[in-house]
T-cell receptor, first 115, second 113 residues
Framework: GAVVSQHPSRVICKSGTSVKIECRSLDFQATTMFWYRQFPKQSLMLMAT?????????EQGVEKDKFLINHASLTLSTLTVTSAHPEDSSFYICSLPRPNTDTQYFGPGTRLTVL | RKEVEQDPGPFNVPEGATVAFNCTYS??????FFWYRQDCRKEPKLLMSVYSSGNEDGRFTAQLNRASQYISLLIRDSKLSDSATYLC??????????????FGQGTILTVHP
C-alpha cells in the first residue's frame, strides 16, 4: 500500500493566490521529508528538505519566502506556494527516506496549474 | 555539465526486444545509485538499486562502473507494460544524513506490439 500521501492531487488556481499542499507519511514517523518539483519533460529537482521541529533547508535558487514549508508533526509536512504565478505551474512531489537505504519513497504528486 | 546525464530517447522497440539505457554522473563522491521508473503523470517508483558487482532482477540488469562514472540498465524481453520513463538517480551524499538524490532527465521507452 501507499507509504506517502499528498493532497490535493490536482489544483488549478488564479495568479496571485496561495496554494497549500500536504504530504503525509502513512506508515511511520518521518523527521525529514523532501519536496521536489518537476516541470514538463524535465527531471525532478529537489526544492527543499523539510525538518520536523526546525526550519527547512532550501536548495540554491529556491525562494524560501515564496515556498513556505512547515513540518509541524512527524507525519505531516506542508508546502505553501505563496502568490502563485503561471511559471509556478508544475508537478510537486514530496518524499521521505526509505528506512535503512539511501533512497526515498515518493508521494503521488500534486499537479499545480496557475492561470 | 549536468550532474546526472541520460539519453532522453525516445526508444521505440517491439515486444520481446532487448534495450539498454546509459547514464553518466559527474560527482565522483556519489555514494549510491538507482534506477527509477516513472509512468506518465505519476510519481517515480524504485525499480532497482545498482551495485558495482552488477545486479539482476528478473528481466532487468543494472551495472555500475565507478571508474567511468557510468550506470546502465538492460531490459530483456520487453513487455508492453515496460513503457515508461526510466530515471537514473544518484545519491550524492551531503546535506542531511540521508544524502541528496539527483535525478537524470529520464529516458523514454515505448514498447509496441
Amino acid at each position: 500500500g501507499a507509504v506517502v500521501s499528498q493532497h490535493p492531487s490536482r489544483v488549478i488556481c488564479k495568479s496571485g493566490t496561495s496554494v497549500k499542499i500536504e504530504c503525509r507519511s502513512l506508515d511511520f514517523q518521518a523527521t525529514t521529508m523532501f519536496w521536489y518539483r518537476q516541470f514538463p519533460k524535465q527531471s525532478l529537482m529537489l526544492m527543499a528538505t523539510s525538518n520536523e521541529g526546525s526550519k527547512a533547508t532550501y536548495e540554491q535558487g529556491v525562494e524560501k519566502d515564496k515556498f513556505l514549508i512547515n513540518h509541524a508533526s512527524l507525519t505531516l509536512s506542508t508546502l505553501t506556494v505563496t502568490s502563485a504565478h503561471p511559471e509556478d505551474s508544475s508537478f510537486y512531489i514530496c518524499s521521505l527516506p526509505r528506512p535503512n537505504t539511501d533512497t526515498q519513497y515518493f508521494g503521488p504528486g500534486t499537479r499545480l496549474t496557475v492561470l | 555539465r549536468k550532474e546526472v546525464e541520460q539519453d532522453p530517447g525516445p526508444f521505440n522497440v517491439p515486444e520481446g526486444a532487448t534495450v539498454a539505457f546509459n547514464c553518466t554522473y559527474s560527482n565522483s563522491a556519489s555514494q549510491s545509485f538507482f534506477w527509477y521508473r516513472q509512468d506518465c503523470r505519476k510519481e517515480p517508483k524504485l525499480l532497482m538499486s545498482v551495485y558495482s558487482s552488477g545486479n539482476e532482477d528478473g528481466r532487468f540488469t543494472a551495472q555500475l562502473n565507478r571508474a567511468s562514472q557510468y550506470i546502465s540498465l538492460l531490459i530483456r524481453d520487453s513487455k508492453l507494460s515496460d513503457s515508461a520513463t526510466y530515471l537514473c538517480v544518484v545519491n550524492t551524499g551531503g546535506g542531511t544524513s540521508y544524502g541528496k538524490l539527483t535525478f537524470g532527465q529520464g529516458t523514454i521507452l515505448t514498447v509496441h506490439p
